[in-house]
């Protein structure tokens, strides 16, 4: 008899007890083990009785059947190992009963019917039905999965069996990324600086932690399919490349996110702002301002995207968009939407562009858009130039002013045919602040410039006015930028809607100025 235990991934676990000699593994209903997880295929593994051995056969799934972390195709398994079927464990167990060994040879008046062949499998998912015999596999159980029912809990101890090597970067706060550049060379950043680490994978390790990764976030990848970028369950954004795409062989980003959420105040501690920038800020999200973060790789968008918008008000409804979500707001009405890739067929696939389209139609106070990067981009300034106001999103570009020519060339990539000057009072009108990040040679980020964007002037020239910009006065002996945030002694035009809102504290920042 084969008595096998599923480890579900939201904690509970469900036995299955057959007296039939192999059983299906799979997501459809006809399998004998109907598992309906993430990562598991209609009709994934076969588990079967061979020469007095269990043998677990992958069935050609999408996402393979792993054995204690390493993918088989077939193979004998034993009690005390785990089987990964997407992201659940099974283990298993041939139980042999001494009343089925006394009657293995029937006697010629017993019905051939009553073979324990024919045994209907049963699901007992209550302890008090469980028998004696189970007592080991509910103890492998407890090893298996951790004191604590929650399903991270039974993520994360897998996670940390496939990256062994690393694992111990991924729990050290003082680190920000670990990047695999193939098996053997391996990299981190701690306190914005790359280090070579010295420990290496082993070919087969790396590709089954890639496989890993990919199971538990519900993407493919293989060599039709090289590329993966997703979202880990603690916020860690991952990124995968297969070969021959990369040279070296696998490469893996992971880009860890803070446990702490960043505020406002925080940047101000850490010199990436001034008090004064706060304020100003505040109050043009108050105002519902559009605005465009602006930045290069590593600069700190989304971090700083995510601090702006906490500053959105408890009462409205916001709609975030994102391709991996790593957005975490507080308030209370908040939408979550993510991109969905295609299948195997090349069907299904959602992205940022159908999100913003979707997202238009759901009553949204404040649409945010993690990252423009193609013909969403359209969309979006259409929707801030059609009474979505206070939408915000983040876009690579090295200047305020890049960041516009970069709107526009997104923009284009929607297919339409768009008069280029009428494109560029799209951007003029649809866009009022853009928030400069930059991380600078010292390896610090900061905010460098916060812009308003005035109106087209003739000719097509963008009208760019600095409000607040950082200023490079020298470097220290140690090579640490001297310098400061200064206000340009522009004045923002929108002054008079300040006053009409009541915001008399910002309003003092720009005293000196005010009415000339």
């Given at each position: 008899?084969?008595?096998?235990?599923?480890?579900?991934?939201?904690?509970?676990?469900?036995?299955?007890?057959?007296?039939?000699?192999?059983l299906?593994?799979g997501?459809?209903s006809g399998?004998?083990?109907?598992?309906?997880?993430?990562?598991?295929?209609?009709y994934?593994a076969?588990?079967s009785?061979?020469d007095?051995?269990?043998?677990?056969?992958?069935?050609?799934?999408?996402n393979?059947?792993?054995?204690?972390?390493?993918q088989?195709?077939?193979?004998?398994?034993?009690?005390?190992d785990?089987?990964a079927?997407?992201?659940?464990?099974?283990?298993?167990?041939?139980?042999?009963?001494?009343?089925?060994?006394?009657?293995?040879?029937?006697?010629p008046?017993q019905?051939e019917?009553?073979?324990?062949?024919?045994?209907?499998?049963?699901?007992?998912?209550?302890?008090?039905?469980?028998?004696?015999?189970?007592?080991?596999?509910?103890?492998a159980?407890?090893?298996?999965?951790?004191?604590?029912?929650?399903?991270?809990?039974?993520?994360?101890?897998?996670m940390?069996n496939?990256?062994?090597?690393?694992?111990h970067?991924?729990?050290?706060?003082?680190?920000?990324?670990?990047?695999?550049?193939g098996?053997?060379?391996?990299?981190?950043?701690?306190?914005?600086?790359?280090q070579?680490?010295p420990?290496k994978?082993t070919?087969?390790?790396?590709?089954?932690?890639?496989?890993?990764?990919?199971?538990?976030?519900?993407?493919?990848?293989?060599?039709?399919?090289?590329?993966?970028?997703?979202?880990?369950?603690?916020?860690?954004?991952?990124a995968?490349?297969?070969?021959?795409?990369s040279?070296?062989?696998?490469?893996?980003?992971i880009?860890?996110?803070s446990?702490?959420?960043?505020t406002?105040?925080?940047?101000?501690?850490?010199?990436?702002?001034?008090?004064?920038m706060?304020?100003f800020?505040?109050?043009?999200?108050?105002?519902?301002?559009?605005?465009v973060?602006?930045?290069?790789?590593?600069?700190?968008?989304?971090s700083?995207?995510?601090?702006?918008?906490?500053?959105v008000?408890?009462?409205?409804?916001i709609?975030t968009?994102?391709?991996?979500?790593?957005?975490?707001?507080?308030?209370?009405?908040?939408?979550?939407?993510?991109?969905?890739?295609?299948?195997?067929?090349?069907?299904?696939?959602?992205?940022?562009?159908?999100?913003?389209k979707v997202?238009l139609r759901?009553?949204p106070?404040?649409?945010i858009?993690?990252?423009?990067?193609?013909?969403e981009?359209?969309?979006l300034?259409?929707?801030?130039?059609?009474g979505?106001?206070?939408s915000?999103?983040?876009?690579?570009?090295?200047?305020?002013?890049?960041?516009?020519?970069?709107m526009?060339?997104l923009s284009?990539?929607?297919?339409?045919?768009?008069?280029?000057?009428?494109?560029r009072?799209?951007?003029?009108?649809?866009?009022?602040?853009?928030?400069?990040?930059?991380?600078?040679?010292?390896?610090?980020?900061?905010?460098?410039?916060?812009?308003?964007i005035?109106?087209?002037?003739?000719g097509?020239?963008?009208?760019?006015?600095?409000?607040?910009?950082f200023?490079r006065?020298?470097?220290?002996?140690?090579?640490?930028?001297?310098?400061?945030?200064?206000?340009?002694?522009?004045?923002?035009?929108?002054?008079?809607?300040?006053e009409?809102?009541?915001?008399?504290?910002?309003l003092?920042?720009f005293?000196?100025?005010k009415?000339e």
């Amino acid at each position: 008899m084969l008595e096998v235990v599923v480890f579900q991934s939201d904690g509970n676990t469900k036995r299955v007890s057959s007296g039939k000699s192999s059983l299906m593994i799979g997501k459809a209903s006809g399998n004998d083990i109907c598992i309906e997880a993430e990562g598991v295929s209609r009709y994934h593994a076969r588990l079967s009785v061979e020469d007095g051995a269990v043998v677990v056969e992958d069935l050609g799934s999408t996402n393979g059947t792993y054995v204690n972390s390493e993918q088989v195709q077939k193979a004998k398994v034993s009690p005390s190992d785990k089987i990964a079927v997407g992201n659940t464990l099974v283990t298993v167990e041939l139980v042999v009963e001494e009343e089925e060994e006394e009657e293995e040879a029937p006697t010629p008046e017993q019905p051939e019917e009553e073979d324990t062949s024919t045994m209907a499998h049963q699901v007992d998912t209550a302890a008090e039905e469980a028998p004696e015999a189970h007592a080991e596999i509910h103890q492998a159980a407890a090893e298996s999965l951790s004191a604590s029912s929650k399903s991270d809990d039974f993520y994360w101890k897998s996670m940390a069996n496939f990256l062994g090597p690393i694992w111990h970067y991924q729990e050290d706060e003082t680190v920000s990324e670990i990047m695999i550049n193939g098996p053997e060379e391996i990299y981190i950043e701690r306190k914005g600086r790359l280090q070579l680490a010295p420990e290496k994978f082993t070919e087969g390790q790396l590709h089954a932690a890639i496989l890993n990764i990919a199971q538990y976030v519900g993407r493919r990848v293989s060599e039709e399919e090289p590329y993966l970028d997703a979202r880990l369950p603690d916020g860690s954004r991952v990124a995968v490349l297969l070969q021959p795409c990369s040279r070296k062989g696998a490469a893996v980003a992971i880009r860890k996110f803070s446990k702490e959420a960043l505020t406002l105040e925080k940047l101000i501690g850490f010199g990436s702002m001034t008090p004064d920038m706060a304020l100003f800020l505040k109050a043009c999200v108050v105002l519902k301002k559009n605005i465009v973060i602006s930045g290069g790789t590593s600069s700190g968008k989304t971090s700083l995207l995510n601090v702006v918008s906490g500053l959105v008000p408890d009462d409205e409804r916001i709609i975030t968009i994102e391709d991996s979500a790593e957005l975490q707001l507080t308030q209370d009405h908040v939408v979550p939407m993510e991109t969905k890739p295609p299948d195997k067929k090349g069907r299904g696939q959602v992205t940022i562009r159908d999100l913003v389209k979707v997202s238009l139609r759901m009553r949204p106070d404040r649409v945010i858009v993690g990252e423009i990067r193609g013909g969403e981009a359209i969309d979006l300034l259409q929707a801030m130039n059609t009474g979505h106001s206070g939408s915000m999103c983040t876009i690579h570009a090295n200047s305020p002013r890049q960041s516009l020519s970069r709107m526009e060339t997104l923009s284009l990539f929607s297919g339409l045919e768009i008069p280029m000057l009428a494109l560029r009072e799209q951007v003029s009108s649809a866009i009022d602040i853009v928030i400069q990040a930059a991380r600078l040679p010292d390896h610090s980020r900061k905010v460098t410039h916060i812009t308003e964007i005035g109106q087209l002037q003739e000719g097509g020239i963008y009208v760019v006015n600095d409000i607040y910009k950082f200023v490079r006065e020298g470097l220290t002996e140690d090579k640490k930028i001297i310098g400061g945030h200064k206000w340009t002694g522009n004045v923002p035009s929108f002054v008079e809607e300040m006053e009409l809102a009541g915001l008399d504290d910002v309003l003092g920042l720009f005293s000196n100025k005010k009415g000339e």
